[in-house]
């Protein structure tokens, strides 16, 4: 929730041609604070459709913020409309629940791309949910395409944000994909708890702390590990409680400690021990986490930056690269990423002047 990230990619839906400019236009901090008013009233969805209360002025404050960014971003980066065939649209997630058929992300498809002239995709996730599948991740098709530029598979691409999701590239090709945890989401809460910051920057506050080890045994004692793969989790499936009775500085290293460790210990679900392991999202950019990933890891763990790619981007690359997909009606899932039943694409299509395309 800090910002949108708008990145521009040229490909066929299969190959990643080039990569574009990337750019980050981060949230004031009152619609930060209308989407958190947002989501805690998302809890009491039924159906996707629904917009109560904040819910409509989160989509329609998520949907304008979007149309300002890309005209930044065009102006910014030198781009006309007429370089752009489709706009990825992902939203903001406000809701998910797989089991329950259910996941809702705000935005409006038709308006933004009605603001902006240019056709959109939205909704990606819905079509995997409604036929039994997580809707979670999607990244790891675009995974698959910029693993070949790796010297050796098998490789792990781990995305650090709120939650942590890994998708597991073999040597065929062939993908397995979940979410391994917590990601930057318990972690920035406590430090805004102790610190009123947003962020650990660098990890300093967990460096300068100690472990706690029965405490990080009872966080990965959670049943969610337990479960079989593939898997998802909302933001809130985990909580502080855990670390709640210790100091700032040991709840924060002990936080850092169980990001890591069910990061690293998810390998234990993968057909091969990956080679490399590349981190991608926020997450790569704190010092003392990365750190420990190597420690756990015991394999080489790299930023995305290290094979060329901008980490901060490769998100918003993804949902790109999905659109094209969509378009082509290419799988965006398959069974081992989100458990769905068959290979399945996705997304809604609306033409430059907001109209629906029926597929």
Known sequence: MDGIDVASVHTDGEQVLEHGAARS??????????LSQAMAEAAS???????????????QM???RHAEAIDCFMRDTGASRSDVDIIGFHGQ????QPERRLTVQIGDGAALAKRCGIPVICDMRAADVATGGQGAPLAPVYHRAIASRLPELPAAFVNIGGVSNVTS???DGDLLAFDTGPGNALMDDWTMRHLNKPVDLDGALARSGTLNEQVLHDCLAHHYFDLPVPKSLDRGDFTLDPVAGLSPADGAATLAHFTASSIIHAAAWFHEPPQTWVICGGGRRNRFLMELLAWYAETPVVPAEAIGCNGDAIEAEAWAYMAVRSMKQLPLTYPTTTGVPE?????????????????
């Open 25 to 34: 236009y981060p949230y004031e901090p009152a619609e930060r604070e209308l």
């Open 45 to 59: 969805l039924s159906s996707r459709d629904e917009r109560p209360g904040k819910l409509a002025s989160a989509e």
């Open 62 to 64: 998520i949907t304008e």
């Open 93 to 96: 997630t406000v809701f998910h």
């Open 169 to 171: 590239v073999d040597g």
């Open 343 to 359: 290979p399945s694409t996705g997304g809604i299509r609306f033409s430059a002047n907001g109209a629906r395309v029926q597929s």
